[in-house]
Structure formats: structure tokens, C-alpha cells
Nanobody, 123 residues
């Protein structure tokens, strides 16, 4: 079992930056894939970024590649999403998620979810 706690959302102007944090429980943390997803009103939840803790491999959606960076601090059991050059279309509720084993894009494969944090980017 994994519990997740998110923080770092807020309101920012276009072109600005935010860093989201996801604190995970320590049990088998390094064996998990940790992911970030987002969901705008009326739209499907979509993959943003993920990191495989055991290998450090990272994965990004095309829409955020080059602007967002996912990283992990295993000593703190925390995963971060650094978001730079934010655009209004990045506005969504951002969720931290976790699954055991290898990476998948689909949110249906993730077993554990945070509560979500709102990111709003104004033009």
C-alpha cells in the first residue's frame, strides 16, 4: 500500500513556473513507477510525466516535453514535477499516482492516487 500527498499547485501567469511535490510512503518506494497526470474540466485524465524509481528512467507527454521535468528524491520519498514556461492550456488539476512495476501511460494501470492540486495559468 502507498499513500500520496501532493502540494505546490497555484495560480501563475503564462511563462511562469511551478514545482509540484508528491510525498509517498516509504514502503517499496524504489520499486514503483511514480507518475503525474492532469485533468481539465470536461476532459479525460491525461498522462504528463513518470519516473521509474528503480532505474531512474523518465517519460513525458509530447505536450510537456522540454518544459516539464520529473525528478525524485528517494531519501525524502518525494517526487517532483518542475513546470517551466507554463501555458494557459496547462491549466488542470494535477494528480500524483503510483503503481508497482513498469511504466504505463494509461491512468487505469495506477493503483494509488493523491488528492489532486489545482494549477491555473493565466494569459
Amino acid at each position: 500500500q502507498v499513500t500520496l500527498a501532493e502540494s505546490g499547485g497555484g495560480l501563475v501567469q503564462a511563462g511562469g513556473s511551478l514545482r509540484l511535490s508528491c510525498a509517498a510512503s516509504a514502503r517499496t518506494f524504489s520499486s514503483y513507477t511514480m507518475g503525474w497526470f492532469r485533468q481539465a474540466p470536461g476532459k479525460e485524465r491525461e498522462f504528463v510525466a513518470a519516473i521509474r524509481q528503480s532505474s531512474g528512467s523518465t517519460y513525458y507527454a509530447d505536450s510537456v516535453k522540454g518544459r516539464f521535468t520529473i525528478s525524485a528524491d528517494n531519501a525524502k520519498n518525494t517526487v517532483y514535477l518542475q513546470m517551466n514556461s507554463l501555458k494557459p492550456e496547462d491549466t488542470a488539476v494535477y494528480y500524483c499516482a503510483a503503481k508497482s512495476g513498469i511504466f504505463y501511460y494509461s491512468p487505469t494501470r495506477y493503483n494509488y492516487w493523491g488528492q489532486g492540486t489545482q494549477v491555473t495559468v493565466s494569459s
